[in-house]
C-alpha cells in the first residue's frame, strides 16, 4: 500500500513572509530536538527536508507530522549524507539552507532572512550567520567562540558540502557571500555523558581525515578559499592543517587550551565556560592527536593504500571508502 504523502509544511504567516527557500536537515534520534529546529524555520521556509539514517525513537513521526518531507538513507559520514539530501531530495526552491537538527533559527533571524534574501541580487550566491553556542545552558561569548562565521544558505545548484570525515563546510561559487545579523543558535539539550561520547566519535572521524591528508588514500577536498565560503571558516582551516597539525600534540593541544581561556577570555564563560573550553580544546584536541598516533602506529606496516583502509575500517568501524 502507498505511503500517505505528508501534509504541507506548516508555514506561519503571521510572523514574516514566505521566502522561496528549502531547509535541508540531517536527523538520527533527534526526537528531543526535531519539533524546536521545525518551528523555528516555519516563520520563513516554504520546504523542510529530513534526511534519517534510519532513527529508532521519534524523530520521523514528529517530523512528518508537521510538514516535513523525510528521506531516508544510511549513515557513512556527515558530509556524505548531506550530499546525498541534495542530489536526492526534490528541491525546487531558488535558496537551500543547512541547519542541523539542535540549532534554531532565532525569531529576529527569522525575519530577517524573509526580509532581505528576496532582496538578494543574482551577485549573492550565499549568506552567512554568526552562530552562538549554547552550552549547560550558558552562551559561550569568549575563547574565539562567538562569532562563529558559518555559509548556511545559498542558491539551489551553486552550492555543496565538502567530502571531508570532519570540519565539513559549505562551498558555494558563482558570486559573493553576505552576512546576515541576526540570532542563530546551537544548542544541544542533551547531557554531558552524551557530549563526551559524540566528541570521542568526531575524534575519530578528525583522526581520518588527518591520516588521509598525510597518507592521500582517498579523494578529499583541499584549500578551502574565503572565496567560497565565509573568510573566518577558511582562516581556521588554513592555521589548523598547516600549522597546529604539524606541532605534536601533547604540546599543541595544551597551548590551544591556553590560548582559548586565557588570552581569547573563556575564562569570562564562569563555570560552564571551564568545562566547555576544557573538554572541546583540550580534551578532544588532545585526544585527537592520542587517535592519530594509535592508529598510525596500527597500520605502519602496511604499504598498499587498499589494505590501509580496510585495517583503518576494522579499527574504527566506520565504511572509510
Not at 518551528?39 to 524523530?59: E, L, R, Y
Request: proline residues 3%; aromatic residues 12%.
Amino acid at each position: 500500500m502507498p505511503e500517505t504523502p505528508p501534509a504541507p509544511f506548516v508555514h506561519d504567516q503571521q510572523q514574516a513572509p514566505m521566502a522561496d527557500i528549502s531547509i535541508l536537515i540531517l536527523t538520527y534520534n533527534e526526537e528531543k530536538h526535531i519539533a524546536r529546529a521545525l518551528k523555528s524555520v516555519a516563520p520563513f521556509a516554504k520546504q523542510v527536508f529530513i534526511v534519517d539514517s534510519f532513527s529508532s525513537d521519534g524523530t520521523v513521526e514528529i517530523a512528518r507530522s508537521m510538514g516535513a518531507v523525510v528521506l531516508q538513507n544510511k549513515f557513512i559520514n556527515y558530509a556524505k549524507q548531506f550530499q546525498w539530501g541534495l542530489d536526492n531530495a526534490p528541491i525546487d526552491t531558488t535558496w537551500v539552507m543547512r541547519l542541523d537538527a539542535d540549532e534554531i533559527i532565532e525569531p529576529d533571524l527569522a525575519k530577517e532572512i524573509a526580509e532581505r534574501l528576496p532582496l538578494c541580487g543574482e551577485d549573492v550566491a550565499g549568506v552567512n550567520f554568526k552562530r552562538k553556542h549554547i552550552f549547560m545552558g550558558r552562551w559561550i561569548r569568549f575563547g574565539g567562540r562567538y562569532p562563529l562565521i558559518l555559509t548556511r544558505i545559498w542558491r539551489r545548484g551553486q552550492g555543496r558540502i565538502e567530502d571531508r570525515w570532519m570540519d565539513e563546510h559549505m562551498i558555494v561559487w558563482g558570486g559573493r557571500t553576505v552576512t546576515f545579523q541576526g540570532g542563530f543558535s546551537d544548542c544541544n539539550m542533551n547531557d554531558l555523558t552524551f557530549f563526551t561520547e559524540k566528541h570521542n566519535r568526531y575524534a575519530t572521524r578528525e583522526a581520518i581525515d588527518v591520516i588521509n591528508q598525510r597518507r592521500r588514500l582517498f579523494a578529499r577536498d583541499v584549500d578551502l578559499s574565503s572565496d567560497e565560503t565565509s573568510w573566518q571558516a577558511a582562516i581556521k582551516r588554513f592555521i589548523k592543517e598547516q600549522v597546529y597539525n604539524r606541532i605534536p600534540f601533547q604540546v599543541s593541544a595544551l597551548l590551544y587550551f591556553l590560548y582559548r581561556y586565557f588570552i581569547q577570555l573563556g575564562f569570562l564563560d564562569r563555570t560552564e565556560g571551564l568545562i566547555y573550553h576544557f573538554l572541546q580544546g583540550f580534551w578532544y584536541r588532545f585526544l585527537v592527536g592520542a587517535k592519530i598516533l594509535e592508529l598510525e602506529r596500527s597500520i605502519a606496516h602496511l604499504e598498499d593504500a587498499g589494505q590501509i583502509k580496510v585495517e583503518l575500517s576494522r579499527l574504527t568501524g566506520l565504511r572509510i571508502e
